[in-house]
C-alpha cells in the first residue's frame, strides 16, 4: 500500500490536470451542503443577517433592515399563517411586498436590481414576503373545507418536498462527486455531463437508496457512545463503492465498505490528522482556501486511498470483491477493446472525408461562415451528411484515444443520445429562400406570443408592435441573426447559448433605443423595475427566454421548418418570398409615419406615472 505522502502527491496531480473542474464539484457539494459546509463562511461574513441592520423592537418584535428584515418576516408570516388569523398574515407579506417595491423605487426607476415588476421580480418577492406559501396553503383550505386540514397537509407537503429534494439530489451528491474525481485521475478529459452519471445508467433512486441507508445507520450509531465515530469509518467507502456500482444493494455495499476498513480505520483516522494544518489554514480565510484548493485535494486524497483499500479487497479476496468491477476506472481499455466496441464510429473514421461544400469564391464564403446558400443540391445532401458524420465523431474521439472514459465498456449500458436527435441535421446551410420564411415564422410566433401574453394577464387583444400586421420583426431578426451570425456556434450547444443571449441582448437594447430615437421617445417596452435590468431596455428574464428560444430554432424550430420549405417547389417558394416581403416593406412604409400606438402598447409613461406620481417623466417620454 503507498503511504500517504505517495497519495496525497498523486491527488495534486490530479487537482492539477482536472483543477476547475474538480474546484467546481466541490463548490456544488459545498453550496448545497453535501460536503465542505464550513467552505461557504466567506458568504456568510459578507452578507451577515445578523450585522449593524438590526434594530428598534416594536410590540416585543425585533424588527430588522434589508435581507435580513425579509428573512425574518417571511417566517413570521408563515407562522401567522399557520397558527394566527391567516388575513393577517396575507396582509404582512403584502407589506414586505409594498415596502421592497418601494425600495427599489427610490434607489432609481432603472436600477439593475429591480423588485417592482417581472416574473424573475414577483417569483423573490413571493418567497422573500411569504406569500407562495400562504398561496398554497390558500388552496388547501379551499380543497379540505377546514383549516386544520389544510395546515396539517401544507407541513406534510413542505417535509415531503424538502426529503424528495434532499433524497434525490443532496443525498446523492457525494457519490456523483466520487464518480468525478475517480474518473479525474485516470483520464485527460472527464466531460460535465459525468454529474448526470447515474441518471444516464438510469441507477439515480437506487443510488440514493444505498446513500439514504448509510445515512441512517449512522443517525442510529449516533445514539451510542463511540459507535457514531466508529462507523463513521467503516461507512467511509459506501459512496465509492456506490460511485463504482451503484446496481449493489444496500447492505451489500454497506457491508463491503465496513470489511475494507477492517483495520484501517486508524490509518484513516491518522489520515484525517494530517489534513489540520490544511483545516486551520481554511478557517483562517474564511472558507477561501478550502474553495480553491484544500477541498478537491482532500477528495482526491481519499479518492487516492480508495483505490489502495480496493486493490488490497481485491488480493485477500474479500466477500464481494467481485462487484468492484469497473476496471475501466483504474486502468485504459487496450485499443483493440475499443475498437471492437466502438466499431462504428472507427468504421465512420476510416471513410473518407466528403467536401465541407461545393461552392468556391463569394458563394463558398457566404456558405462556410454564414451557412446560406442560393438553392439545394445533391451536394448540400452531401455536406449534411459529412457533419453528421464529423459531429458523431467528435463525440467519441476522445475515447477512442483513451482520453476519456469508456462507457460502453461499463458493466450497465450507459443511455446514449436516441438516434433521432443525433441524426439531426441542425448543422445545415439554408437557402435565401428558407431564411426569408423563417424570418416570417419567427417573427409571427413572436407576436402570438406578446399577444398571448397580454391576452391572459388583462384579458384584451393588443396588436402588439410598431407594425399594424401580424409580425414582431425584433423576433425575426433575432431568429436569423442567431441561425446566420452564430453559425460556427452550433458544434457547441453552451457556447451557442451563451452567444444567444449576447446577440439577442445587443439587438434588443439597440431597438428600443432607435425606436425611441425615431419616434421622439415613445417606448414600445420597458423593463424598468425588473429583476437585473439595463436602462430599462433589456432584462435577465428576457434574455433568458432569447437565448432557450435560441437554442430551440437552432436545434430544433428551424431545421423542422427547413425541411417543410425544401419540398415546395421553387416555381412557387420564390413568388411566395417576393409577396411576403413586399407586404412587409407596405407596412413599414406606412408604420413610419403611422406607427402602432395605444394601451399596451406605448402607454408605459402613463403606467409608471400612475404607479410613482412623485416622479415627472413626461420629460423624458415625448407624447
Known amino acids: 500500500m503507498r503511504t500517504r505522502k505517495e497519495m496525497k502527491k498523486s491527488a495534486k496531480h490530479v487537482v492539477k490536470t482536472h483543477y476547475a473542474l474538480l474546484v467546481i464539484t466541490c463548490l456544488i457539494m459545498a453550496f448545497v451542503g453535501a460536503q465542505f459546509s464550513n467552505s461557504m463562511d466567506f458568504v456568510k461574513q459578507s452578507v451577515d443577517p445578523y450585522s449593524s441592520d438590526l434594530s428598534e423592537e416594536e410590540n416585543g418584535t425585533q424588527v430588522a433592515t434589508g435581507t435580513a428584515a425579509s428573512q425574518l418576516n417571511a417566517v413570521a408570516v408563515i407562522r401567522e399563517a399557520l397558527f394566527g388569523d391567516e388575513q393577517v398574515s396575507q396582509e404582512q407579506a403584502e407589506e414586505i411586498q409594498n415596502e421592497s417595491k418601494e425600495?427599489?423605487?427610490?434607489?432609481?426607476?432603472?436600477?439593475a436590481l429591480g423588485r417592482t415588476r417581472g416574473v424573475l421580480?414577483?417569483?423573490i418577492n413571493s418567497v422573500a414576503s411569504g406569500s407562495v406559501f400562504i398561496t398554497i396553503l390558500s388552496g388547501l383550505n379551499s380543497v379540505s373545507k377546514s383549516r386544520n386540514v389544510a395546515v396539517i397537509l401544507f407541513i406534510l407537503l413542505s417535509l415531503v418536498a424538502m426529503l424528495a429534494v434532499w433524497f434525490f439530489f443532496q443525498n446523492l451528491l457525494e457519490a456523483v462527486s466520487c464518480r468525478i474525481f475517480m474518473e479525474s485521475r485516470t483520464y485527460e478529459k472527464v466531460p460535465v455531463t459525468r454529474f448526470l452519471f447515474f441518471y444516464r445508467i438510469r441507477k439515480w433512486?437506487?443510488?440514493?437508496?444505498?446513500?439514504?441507508v448509510r445515512y441512517m445507520y449512522l443517525v442510529f450509531w449516533m445514539f451510542t457512545i463511540v459507535g457514531g465515530i466508529i462507523k463513521n469509518y467503516s461507512y467511509k467507502m459506501v459512496p465509492y463503492i456506490v460511485a463504482e456500482n451503484p446496481n449493489m444493494k444496500a447492505n451489500e455495499t454497506i457491508t463491503l465498505s465496513r470489511k475494507m476498513m477492517d483495520g484501517h480505520k486508524w490509518e484513516c483516522f491518522i489520515l484525517d490528522l494530517s489534513f489540520i494544518g490544511w483545516n486551520l489554514l481554511n478557517a483562517v480565510t474564511f472558507g477561501l482556501a478550502g474553495v480553491f484548493?484544500?477541498?478537491?485535494?482532500?477528495?482526491?486524497?481519499?479518492t487516492e486511498y480508495y483505490t489502495e483499500l480496493r486493490k488490497q479487497a481485491i488480493e485477500k479476496n474479500i466477500p464481494g470483491y467481485e462487484k468492484l468491477n469497473d476496471i475501466y476506472l483504474y486502468e485504459k481499455a487496450a485499443e483493440d477493446i475499443l475498437n471492437e466496441k466502438y466499431q462504428d464510429i472507427v468504421e465512420l473514421m476510416k471513410q473518407p472525408q466528403a467536401e465541407a461544400a461545393g461552392h468556391q469564391g463569394i458563394q463558398g464564403f457566404i456558405a462556410n461562415v454564414f451557412g446560406i446558400i442560393l438553392v439545394n443540391n445533391d451536394t448540400e445532401k452531401e455536406y449534411e451528411a459529412a457533419?453528421?458524420?464529423?459531429?458523431?465523431i467528435h463525440s467519441f474521439k476522445d475515447i477512442l484515444e483513451e482520453k476519456r472514459y469508456p462507457g460502453r465498456l461499463y458493466s450497465i449500458p450507459e443511455k446514449e443520445k436516441r438516434k433521432k436527435v443525433e441524426t439531426m441535421r441542425y448543422l445545415r446551410h439554408y437557402t435565401i429562400w428558407s431564411v426569408i420564411l423563417l424570418f416570417f415564422c419567427f417573427s409571427l410566433i413572436g407576436w402570438l406570443w406578446e399577444v398571448s401574453l397580454h391576452l391572459v394577464s388583462d384579458g384584451v387583444f393588443v396588436n402588439?408592435?410598431?407594425?399594424?400586421?401580424?409580425w414582431l420583426p425584433i423576433y425575426g431578426t433575432g431568429g436569423v441573426l442567431i441561425l446566420v451570425v452564430l453559425n460556427k456556434f452550433r458544434e457547441n450547444p453552451v457556447v451557442e447559448f451563451i452567444a444567444a443571449v449576447i446577440l439577442c441582448g445587443c439587438v434588443e437594447y439597440y431597438t428600443s433605443y432607435y425606436l425611441e430615437m425615431a419616434?421622439?421617445?415613445?417606448k414600445w417596452w420597458d423593463y424598468s423595475g425588473y429583476f437585473l435590468n439595463l436602462n430599462g431596455r433589456i432584462c435577465a428574464e428576457g434574455?433568458?427566454?432569447?437565448?432557450?428560444?435560441?437554442?430551440?430554432?437552432?436545434?430544433?424550430l428551424a431545421p423542422m421548418l427547413d425541411n417543410y420549405f425544401r419540398k415546395i417547389k421553387l416555381s412557387i417558394l420564390v413568388p411566395l418570398c417576393v409577396a411576403l416581403l413586399c407586404i412587409f416593406c407596405v407596412d413599414q412604409v406606412y408604420s413610419g409615419k403611422h406607427p402602432n400606438t395605444g394601451k399596451g402598447i406605448t402607454d408605459y409613461a402613463s403606467q409608471v406615472i400612475e404607479e410613482r406620481p412623485e416622479l415627472n417623466l413626461q420629460q423624458e417620454l415625448y407624447f
Do not use: D
Not at 434574455?543 to 430544433?556: H, K, R
Open 519 to 522: 419616434h421622439n421617445g415613445q
Open 387 to 392: 457533419e453528421v458524420r464529423k459531429l458523431k
Open 543 to 556: 434574455l433568458l427566454v432569447f437565448g432557450l428560444g435560441g437554442m430551440a430554432i437552432v436545434y430544433l
Open 293 to 302: 484548493f484544500i477541498n478537491p485535494y482532500t477528495n482526491a486524497t481519499y
Open 464 to 470: 402588439r408592435g410598431v407594425l399594424h400586421g401580424p
Open 103 to 111: 425600495k427599489s423605487e427610490a434607489e432609481g426607476a432603472n436600477k
Open 205 to 212: 433512486c437506487k443510488a440514493s437508496w444505498t446513500m439514504f
Open 121 to 123: 421580480a414577483s417569483a
